[in-house]
Each structure stands twice: as C-alpha cells, then as structure tokens.
C-alpha cells in the first residue's frame, strides 16, 4: 500500500523558513513527477511546485525565488524549502506522486496524495 506522509509544517511569522518532507512508502516512484500543492478552506488545491526525474522543476509564480522543491530518490522523499515566508503562504500542503514522467500543475494528473501539514504564516 503506497502512503506519502508530510512533516515539518507548523506555525512560522512572516520571513521565517520551514522545511517540509513527505516520505514514500510501499512502492518506489524514482521516475514520477512528483509535487507540492497547498489548499485553503474554502478554495480549490493550488499547485506550488514540482519535480521530474531528472531534478527538472516548476514552481508557481507566487512562490518563485522563495521555495524549492528537492527529492531524494534514494530516500525515496521530497522535500520543499520555503524561505521568506508570507502570510498568503498559509495553507495546509499536500504532497503527491504524478502518474507520469513529465510535470503537470493539474491535481489531477496526481494519483497518490498524502494527509496534508498545516503551515501558518502570522505577520
């Protein structure tokens, strides 16, 4: 049984760093896109960044420059760096594994997701 579990969120103030995991279990991905997606009550998920197998990256515009997403395939983990934190960067972030190769901003296009860790940006 495939699970993705997400740590490292928490409450941070405006400018601060957080460093978010999600550790893979039950199956390797080594050549899956994978990614980062956040939600907020209310809205739908919201793409934040992701990464192919050859360590190619795609970050949404609202996060360029501040966040970086990583993998260790190795450790069979993503990771997602997130300096310069801003109020609007609350939400509670998802991990997930892409169905394919390439990298897609489409949830949908993700078909193994984790329970989600809450960050709280205070200004």
């Known amino acids: 049984q495939v699970q993705l579990v997400e740590s490292g969120g928490g409450l941070a103030q405006a400018g601060d760093s957080l460093r978010l995991s999600c550790a893979v279990s039950g199956r390797t991905f080594s050549r899956n896109a994978m990614g980062w997606f956040r939600q907020v009550p209310g809205k739908e998920r919201e793409f934040v960044a992701a990464i192919n197998w050859v360590q190619g990256t795609l970050y949404a515009d609202s996060v360029k420059g501040r966040f970086t997403i990583s993998r260790d395939n190795g450790k069979n983990t993503l990771y997602l760096q997130m300096n310069s934190l801003k109020p609007e960067d609350t939400a509670v972030y998802y991990c997930?594994?892409?169905?394919?190769?390439?990298?897609?901003?489409?949830?949908?296009?993700?078909?193994?997701w984790g329970q989600g860790t809450q960050v709280t940006v205070s200004s």
């Open positions: 997930a594994v892409g169905r394919a190769t390439y990298i897609d901003t489409d949830p949908h296009q993700y078909d193994y």
